[in-house]
């Protein structure tokens, strides 16, 4: 499956953004999909991700609150929504998809991988 990434740009502190990741090859439908991000100088660390069917979601502490997660598989493309952006939310966020493991918050359990797109929080 092919995942592209886009959405990503400046915001200020407080302010909105919606990623949006489009998949095309492998069917959707049976994926667990999520968002991961990387910050400067950190390790990637899971956000937020939703499981296939009646969608289920799981998140980071840190993002809880605040992002919303969600899938139209009709369109197979995943979302996320995210408001009340702080300067520590800046990072380069990527869509990833697990076929074989439900509602996982680990990386290495996503087999196929966004480009990633950038969101700078300023304040």
């Known amino acids: 499956v092919q995942l592209q990434a886009s959405g990503g740009g400046l915001v200020q502190a407080g302010g909105s953004l919606r990623l949006s990741c489009s998949a095309s090859?492998?069917?959707?439908?049976?994926?667990?999909m999520a968002w991961f991000r990387q910050g400067p100088g950190k390790e990637r660390e899971f956000a937020a991700a939703?499981?296939?069917?009646?969608?289920?979601?799981t998140y980071a502490d840190s993002v809880k609150g605040r992002f919303t997660i969600s899938r139209d598989d009709a369109k197979n493309t995943l979302y996320l929504q995210m408001n009340n952006l702080k300067p520590e939310d800046t990072a380069v966020y990527y869509c990833?998809?697990?076929?074989?493991?439900?509602?996982?918050?680990?990386?290495?359990?996503?087999?196929?991988w966004g480009q990633g797109t950038q969101v700078t929080v300023s304040s």
């Open positions: 090859g492998r069917t959707f439908t049976s994926a667990t």
């Open positions: 990833a998809a697990s076929y074989f493991r439900e509602l996982t918050t680990s990386r290495g359990d996503y087999n196929y």
């Open positions: 939703i499981r296939w069917g009646v969608g289920y979601s």
